[in-house]
């Protein structure tokens, strides 16, 4: 019977321990240190006819162990974690499964204390499976895997170029607000030297209204020197009319005088 599945290598590594695994059946190896088991996707595939069983969601897992097989080709891969019924197990996408202690047991429901490696055995050897389906099936599951593997690279490009878009929105964000701040510390500078200009205004404006208010004064202070001085010229002037009048009247009477004594015949006086 051929098997599309290549035979798992001789010496495997425990992932968990690293003590060297013991073969219990083909495709099946166990720990004998930590009693965890090593399971081949053959082995898997005949079972519970699915290479990649059990079905469950894959997780992030910081202490993710390393596939053994990937190991014996001189890779170091991480194993996928997968949660599957509340089991968290490793699983290599080319190679198999890995399993705690007691884990196999809980994923094929059996009872506290079985043996589950030979529970599994009975399980493989019940069923003889025919090449040509499980060679099908393997393709399958290799097609199913390619998709798989394809979406999570585009999703691994989407998720970069959102946080590359996220980083560059984030970048302009702060150059606007930067520019922002920059027209705003312009405006107020702007308003601060055209407060400062109305001022400047203002002063010029009272210098100039108390020029003007001091060029009233003085110019009142003069027209009340001028007033006095007119004032004074009136009082000389009056002066001297009252003396010309004075005089006027003498020589009005000496006038007077002098037609009474021509009228008199007598000879003016002198
Ligand atoms: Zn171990
Ligand atoms: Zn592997």
């Not at 959102?162 to 405006?187: D, I, V």
């Not at 702007?190 to 210098?207: D, F, Y």
Request: negative net charge; charged residues 35%; aromatic residues 4%.
């Amino acid at each position: 019977m051929t098997s599309p599945y290549r035979e798992a290598p001789q010496l495997l590594l425990c992932p968990r321990c690293g003590e060297v695994l013991d073969r219990v059946f083909a495709g099946v190896a166990a720990c004998p240190r930590c009693q965890g088991a090593w399971i081949g996707q053959a082995t898997l595939d005949t079972a519970f006819g699915n290479p990649r069983w059990p079905q469950g969601q894959n997780m992030w897992w910081h202490n993710a162990l390393e596939c053994p097989e990937c190991a014996c080709e001189g890779i170091v891969r991480k194993m996928d974690a997968r949660s599957s019924n509340e089991v968290m197990v490793d699983c290599c996408p080319s190679h198999g499964l890995w399993l705690d202690h007691g884990e196999l047991g809980r994923l094929m429901g059996l009872d506290r204390g079985a043996d589950e490696l030979l529970e599994l055995q009975k399980r493989v050897t019940a069923i003889s499976p025919d090449p040509d389906d499980l060679a099908q099936r393997r393709l399958a599951w290799r097609g199913e895997l390619d998709v798989r593997r394809r979406a999570a690279a585009e999703f691994r490009t989407w998720v970069e170029g959102e946080q590359r878009r996220k980083a560059s929105e984030a970048a302009e964000q702060s150059k606007q607000r930067a520019a922002q701040t920059e027209a705003e510390r312009k405006a107020r500078k702007s308003q601060a030297i055209e407060a400062q200009r109305s001022a400047e205004a203002r002063v010029r404006e009272l210098a100039e209204r108390r020029t003007f208010v001091e060029e009233l004064v003085n110019e009142r202070v003069g027209l009340i020197h001028e007033l006095r001085r007119l004032d004074a010229e009136l009082t000389t002037r009056r002066d001297e009319l009252y003396r010309l009048q004075g005089e006027l009247e003498t020589a009005r009477q000496r006038i007077r005088e002098i037609d009474a004594q021509l009228d008199a015949g007598e000879p003016p006086s002198q």
